[in-house]
């Protein structure tokens, strides 16, 4: 079945949700061939399509619904999409524009049926539809050269991922996951372009925001520390709040305990399974990484959790158990002051005061 906002702030008020792990790098663990990737359809295609891991939705479905019912058997409650390229822009790449909607609807509907699959009345299991950053960035030079030079813009952004929301929800998926997160300017088309969709369609849309931190500097690869991106996005009043890849749960947890403090949403973490080695492989087992997220559901800092690049089954199987029974973290009240942000965040004038007896 399909659930509303309501129902799913229902289940977040009484536990901690389960997000599945990893797509890239289990699909990476199969190793599809080009032939595998190409199946029948575009074997004759004129591009190489190896890599273009949601293009499998369409040749090798059983692979992915296979992935799929591998995380909902381990405790995954939010079955995410096969669809982080699946825009007009990541498509280009391998001249597949054309698939962008089919490929969205298609992978909502694999996770839909196997989500329909392991829901009961008491154990519900939601759908959300992934939306990645493209690989264009509105607000970063490509060109070191040209700091001014620039490989896509808003409005074209807007339309691209305005596109793949609407083929999201037509394919059955309860959640938008605007996830990795690195340049805010490409979130800001991203938000326009969903809440331009709401108010088309006259509903209500579930809204997952998830930003990346990118590395120690403790900011996005845009230049924003937690707190300025929350103040960038937060007119998007989303259902969740939070931060997935790029680190793993030692080097992300102050950052998603900043989160924790300033968000009067929902708060979500999915990190990596610590930092791919020199052979891009990652290291930190399941119970390594449950450790790490069971004691930030100890202190009251999330909502939701899951696993990002690196974790498979096992991992988010551990992480459903270290976080079950926890109480779920408390949304602040937060006042309602000014807030502002460039890379850093800025609070107007007296906010503090007006906090303080608010």
Known sequence: MKYSLADIERVLVDQILVIDGAMGTMIQNHGPSEAEYRGQRFADWASDLSGNNDLLTLTAPELIQGIHRDYARQGAQIITTNTFSSTTIAQADYHMEDLADELNVEAARLAREVAEEFETESHPMFVAGVIGPTNKTASISPDVNDPGKRNTDFNELAEAYGAAARALLEGGVDIILLETIFDTLNAKAAIYA?????????????????????DASGRTLSGQTTEAFYNSVAHARPLTMGLNCALGPDALRQYVSEMSRIAPCYVHAYPNAGLPNEFGEYDLQPDEMAEHIGEWAESGLLNMAGGCCGSTPEHIGAIAQAVAGKTPRQRP??????????????????AEANEETA
């Not at 009240?333 to 007296?350: C, Q």
């Open 194 to 214: 969903v809440r331009r969709l709401m108010r088309e369609r006259d509903q209500l849309i579930p809204l997952m925001i998830s930003g990346t931190i990118t």
């Open 333 to 350: 009240d937060v006042a309602r002051v000014m807030r502002l942000s460039g890379l850093e965040p800025f609070t107007a004038a007296g």
